[in-house]
């Protein structure tokens, strides 16, 4: 499974951004998709998730302001950030798990909060 994301960039506080991770080398709507985030020193964390059927759930951090939603007819998940903080300042990765349970990453991309 090969993932890109893209989107990324830099927004002032209070800004949005939407992110996108399109997907390909498996079938799509079986997978579970997910989208975490990393700042140096710190571990990776879910963000947001959503299954195979369309289920979500969200890091407390970002309830209310994020939403994952996914597009199984263009292969591609999204992460609409709305009210973004300079706290949400991080590299942000796609995460897909597949139906045996394999996991693949993208290579991430950069988002930045400006305050």
């Known amino acids: 499974v090969q993932l890109e994301e893209s989107g990324g960039g830099l927004v002032q506080a209070g800004g949005s951004l939407r992110l996108s991770c399109a997907a390909a080398g498996s079938i799509f709507s079986r997978n579970a998709m997910g989208w975490y985030r990393q700042v140096p020193g710190k571990q990776r964390e879910l963000v947001a998730a959503?299954?195979?059927?369309?289920?979500?759930n969200y890091a407390d951090s970002v309830k209310g302001r994020f939403t994952i939603s996914r597009d199984n007819a263009k292969n591609t998940v999204y992460l609409q950030m709305n009210s973004l903080k300079p706290e949400d300042t991080a590299v942000y990765y796609c995460?897909?798990?597949?139906?045996?349970?394999?996991?693949?990453w993208g290579k991430g991309t950069l988002v930045t909060v400006s305050s």
């Open positions: 995460n897909a798990v597949t139906v045996v349970g394999d996991e693949y």
């Open positions: 959503i299954t195979r059927r369309g289920s979500t």
